[in-house]
């Protein structure tokens, strides 16, 4: 769990990241229907955040998805015998 790994300032900055960054841009999209991200960190540099800032949205939302394709059902479709 990431409040296991992190000191409570990196933790802040996380949800930060989240309120800010990537829930109003991201939030609505379903998981399944989130495709390659690109579009999304050029919109973050076109509105002037910085490149660290960027980098730090792009390393918490790898992190996420990573933990979400852990935690999701398997999606095998089985044949009707």
Known sequence: MITQSCTPKTLERYRQIIKNQIKPNLGAVMIQKLRPVAD???K???GGLAPRTVGDCHRLLHRA???AAT???SRRTSKPP
Do not use: K, M, R
């Open 40 to 42: 999304f960190y050029a």
């Open 44 to 46: 973050l540099q076109i």
């Open 65 to 67: 998805l990573g933990h």
């Open 71 to 73: 935690w999701a059902p």
